[in-house]
């Protein structure tokens, strides 16, 4: 399974960004589709993910802010992110369940400036 995820960038405090993450190929049945990230020198976490049937988890820190959404027919999941703050300043992962194993995509790099 590979993964492309898109559209991180830069964009000022109060700004927002969609991030989207696709599997080539054929169309695969996975269970859990997420979004993590990671900052500098620390372990990823998890902001959100959501199930095949549409139940969704968030940090708190992103409750109210975030909306992570999938299409099951194009493999794709993506993450709205609104009112962005510095601190969401960091690469974003997007991961898939497949089975029982896990995917991830490459990072995208999300900037906010204050």
């Known amino acids: 399974v590979q993964l492309q995820a898109s559209g991180g960038g830069l964009v000022q405090a109060g700004g927002f960004l969609r991030l989207s993450c696709a599997a080539s190929?054929?169309?695969?049945?996975?269970?859990?589709m997420a979004w993590y990230r990671q900052y500098p020198g620390k372990q990823r976490e998890l902001v959100a993910s959501?199930?095949?049937?549409?139940?969704?988890r968030y940090a708190d820190s992103v409750k109210g802010r975030f909306t992570i959404s999938r299409d099951n027919a194009s493999n794709a999941v993506s993450l709205q992110m609104n009112a962005l703050k510095p601190e969401d300043t960091a690469v974003y992962y997007c991961?898939?369940?497949?089975?029982?194993?896990?995917?991830w995509g490459q990072g995208t790099l999300v900037t906010v400036s204050s």
């Open positions: 190929g054929k169309t695969f049945r996975f269970n859990n």
């Open positions: 959501i199930t095949r049937d549409g139940t969704t």
């Open positions: 991961n898939v369940k497949l089975g029982s194993r896990y995917y």
